[in-house]
């Protein structure tokens, strides 16, 4: 939902009982939130994240607030992500902000496929081929269609999980070479490395992903504007953050208020010198109840 996909990631939902079965602030969505947060805070073999469901279908992943931290200098990832991290942990501190969390990571383990060229050219395939027959046994490749039924099914083909479970299993896949068969392992040599998964863009810049909850007492808007106070003070130069989804309406319509609160003065106006066919009594009728709301 919020890290892509992957082999090492899950995700479920939990359905809660109906609210009369559920009374009281101890039974809200963000008390759930909490004890999960406080029973799973022991698991040391993941990384558990919770969140409710979005107010409006269509609007981010989550309720609370998202957002997405912006590198727009162009710098490596792992300085973004350390300085992600930093900006992370000193939102952590600010009253208004009960969790703020990030499932990005640069330490997924992962290969490095690198082809020899040369000894490609010298066997008399390309190294497109051999790319593509890696592809294909170990990601997988759709090949045809089958009708049965009334229906079209499409046929993929991939090496059994046995024979692709290892580097040693490059010696089992082969390539053709004219009239012969010759094993991947020969063009081909594996570095494992570390590094993310994905790499996300927002609005033109590389981005990583923040889901969080405000904490109890404040609103949404105060944990916007808590977000826009530490990153102020706390990201480096170049470094920005953009908020998304139903959060970002949420930031823009905030600025909206006094254009919006002009609009409909002036919309009561006109309809006023409509009623009293004047230009001047609607004026002193809205300087009254003007005066009456202050006081």
Do not use: H
Not at 91 to 104: D, G, T, V, W
Not at 208 to 228: E, H, L, M, Q, R
Not at 230 to 243: I, R
């Amino acid at each position: 939902m919020i890290s892509g996909i992957g082999v090492n990631m899950g995700s479920f939902i939990i359905q809660l009982k109906k609210w009369d079965e559920r009374p009281g602030s101890k039974n809200s969505v963000n008390s759930v939130i909490d004890l999960i947060y406080q029973r799973t805070a022991d698991v040391s073999t993941a990384t558990v994240y919770a969140m409710a469901p979005g107010m409006i279908p269509g609007y981010g992943t989550g309720g609370g607030f998202e957002f997405y931290t912006q590198d727009k200098k162009g710098g490596d990832i792992e300085t973004f992500f350390n300085v992600t991290q930093n900006f992370l942990a000193k939102l952590r501190e600010r009253p208004e902000i009960s969790s703020a969390y990030s499932a990005f990571n640069i330490n997924y383990p992962q290969y490095v496929v690198d082809v020899d060229a040369a000894k490609c050219k010298k066997m008399g395939i390309s190294p497109a081929t051999v790319l593509s027959e890696l592809g294909a046994y170990y990601g997988g490749a759709y090949v045809s269609n089958f009708n049965k039924f009334s229906k079209v099914y499409r046929v993929m083909i991939q090496a059994v999980p046995e024979s692709r479970r290892d580097e040693k299993s490059l010696n089992n896949i082969f390539v053709r070479i004219g009239d012969e068969m010759a094993p991947v392992s020969q063009f081909v040599t594996l570095t494992k490395v570390y590094g993310p998964l994905v790499q996300n863009r927002f609005n033109m810049y590389g981005g990583i992903s923040v889901n969080g909850n405000y904490a109890p007492g404040y609103s949404t808007g105060d944990a916007i504007k808590a977000i826009k106070e530490v990153a102020k003070t706390e990201l480096p130069q170049g470094y920005d953050v953009d908020f998304s989804g139903i959060t970002r309406e949420e930031a823009k319509g905030g600025n909206n208020t006094v254009v919006i609160f002009v609009i409909c003065i002036i919309f009561v106006y006109l309809v006023m010198v409509g009623l009293y066919e004047s230009l001047f009594i609607p004026l002193a009728v809205i300087f009254v109840c003007s005066i009456r709301i202050i006081r």
